[in-house]
Structures are given as C-alpha cells and as structure tokens.
C-alpha cells in the first residue's frame, strides 16, 4: 500500500506568490488532517475533514489559506498570498476515522515550503 | 506551558545504550502516541497507548494514566534509531503534540 501520498515534496516560492499542496489519504481512511511543521516543534492541526467536511479548522489562517476535500477523498491546501513566515513543513495525515482513533493513522512525508 | 512536554529536548547515545525519552501531559487523554521522524522523512506512528505498556522489536512503550506520564524505551540502540521523536496527546477531537526529542545515536 502506498500510504498516505504528498505532492509535491518541496517547494520554493517569491513571497506573494500563491501555492497549492496536494494529499491523497490510504484508501478508506475518512479522516484527513492538514498538519503544519515549524523546524524544531511539534506538528499544529491547520485542519480536520470527516469525509468532504471540514469539521475543525479553528487553527487555519482563513485569510490566506484555504482547503478542499472534494468527493472525501484527496485533499488540497492553498496559501494565497504566501508570507515569509509560512516556510514550514505541511503534513497530511489519515486515519480510519473519529471511532477508531489511533487505528491506521499515518501521516505523508510533507511537503517542505520555502518562502524566499 | 505546554500541554504536552517531553524531556529531554535533545539526547545523544553510544551505540547499544539503553534509551528513555520521557512525554507528560496536563491535560485530560483517550490515548497517547509515539511518533518518529526521521531527518527529511515523514512521521510514522511507533505506538498509540491508551493503558500498560506495548513492545515491539526493542522499542518499548510504557503510559501512566494517573501520573500523566509517558515513556519510550529503545534497547540496545543502534545509529539507525537517530531521529525526532514525538510524543502526541489524544484530547477530545485534536492531538496535541510535544516538541519533539532529538536523538543521535553514535557508533
């Protein structure tokens, strides 16, 4: 199984610029989680999707970014317009869902945005 | 003060060391997972503990829940074990994760 797939690995972008990531989750995994990776911390939940809906997205910047989840399967994060500060590690991770927490949750290997 | 702290920050081991990295948490828990990254590479899932301790090859996983405490065991260490490691708080519909531990195991 090819596990939870990211693209594209790394990225290098002009400040202003906007930049899109996509993630596609282990088949039948219906949760699907946006991770963000400052170096040296811990990852922080952007946002959560239950199937096509974004049931948490409290932490996400709605002013720059955005997320989709058409048809509950693949899943792209969007930064419009990128700032120096969003250089980070995006992380996407699935799992089987709510009930069976901690049951097949795997993270992608991210993809690493440089913002210059 | 985080809500999940893991000690220590950074280790460094000789090979074949026995290893214990140390995660607590404040707040209230359904499970807590063990995670390791290694430079460059994705996060991969080592445990999800919600009671007792789970084994398996020379990791080890130990969690108290009236102590609100973690550990993570590696036996006989070995370079290919240096990575981060995450220690993530399963609390109510979000994990929370530590800061990581680095740890470099030298030959």
């Known amino acids: 199984e090819a596990g939870v797939v990211q693209s594209p690995r790394y990225k290098i972008i002009e400040k202003k610029q906007p930049v899109a990531f996509w993630c596609n989750p282990i088949s039948g995994h219906n949760t699907l989680y946006w991770y963000r990776q400052n170096l040296g911390q811990g990852p922080e939940l952007l946002i959560r999707y239950e199937n096509e809906e974004a049931v948490d997205d409290s932490q996400l910047p709605k002013d720059r970014f955005s997320a989709e989840r058409l048809k509950g399967v693949d899943s792209t994060l969007k930064i419009q317009p990128a700032e120096l500060g969003d250089s980070a590690v995006y992380l996407c991770a699935s799992s089987l869902g709510q009930e069976g927490w901690g049951y097949g949750y795997t993270f992608g290997s991210g993809t690493r945005l440089t913002v210059v | 003060k985080n809500e999940v702290e893991q000690s220590p920050q950074n280790l460094t081991a000789q090979e074949g060391e026995f290893i214990t990295i140390n995660c607590s948490y404040s707040v209230g828990i359904s499970a807590l997972h063990w995670l390791q990254q290694h430079p460059g590479g994705g996060i991969v899932s080592l445990f999800m503990?919600?009671?007792g301790k789970k084994k398996h090859g020379r990791l080890i996983a130990t969690i108290n829940i009236q102590e609100k405490h973690s550990s993570l065991h590696i036996t006989a260490s070995h370079p290919r074990d240096s990575a981060v490691y995450i220690c993530a708080a399963r609390a109510t519909n979000k994990l929370i994760f530590g800061t990581g531990t680095l740890l470099a195991v030298q030959p």
């Open positions: 503990l919600s009671s």
